[in-house]
């Protein structure tokens, strides 16, 4: 299977968990976490049916991980995330040493504007985050479900 086969298979894996998440009623944010080829772990937003905001599918994925393998599970790993990871989630990506991250939506192309400047670009460069980043997959996709949520704050059409 080629890289770019292997990304839409795991982004739809992605895709599947937020559309669980939405039809949950929390944000539609899904996360697959994969190692050598294999899952280790699914992960989905959770916020508003956990009544906690640090209930991210990132954070969700890499506790999974972590209670089925180890504290070690997610060194070298990459995550497959429908939305690029807020602030927060980057944080806990560095520190379990998730390696590389493919996104399907990035902050900028959804107009949020509750984020400021931030991407995971300047996120990395701030902390010497050596991350290998792909993004766009299945991007179509996933920004037909977060506007049909449309809980998001974005800027208005220029």
């Not at 497959?80 to 590389?100: D, K, N, Q």
């Not at 902050?107 to 931030?118: F, N, P, Q, T």
């Not at 996120?123 to 766009?136: M, N, Q």
Request: aromatic fraction near 6%; glycine fraction near 8%; proline fraction near 4%.
């Amino acid at each position: 299977m080629t890289q770019e086969a292997a990304d839409v298979h795991w982004m739809r894996a992605a895709l599947a968990e937020a559309l669980a998440a939405h039809a949950r009623g929390d944000w539609p944010t899904g996360a697959v976490l994969i190692k050598q080829g294999r899952v280790l772990a699914y992960g989905q937003n959770r916020q508003n049916t956990r009544n906690d905001p640090t209930a991210h599918a990132e954070t969700d994925a890499l506790q999974t991980a972590f209670r089925a393998h180890g504290p070690q599970a997610a060194q070298g790993a990459t995550l497959y995330c429908t939305m690029e990871p807020c602030p927060m989630c980057a944080g806990a990506l560095r520190i379990a040493g998730v390696r590389t991250l493919v996104l399907a939506l990035r902050h900028a192309r959804l107009r949020r504007v509750d984020l400021g400047d931030y991407s995971i670009e300047r996120f990395c460069h701030l902390t010497d985050y050596p991350l290998e980043l792909r993004d766009g997959v299945l991007e179509d996709d996933y920004l037909a479900l977060r506007l049909r949520w449309g809980g998001d704050r974005v800027a208005s059409a220029p």
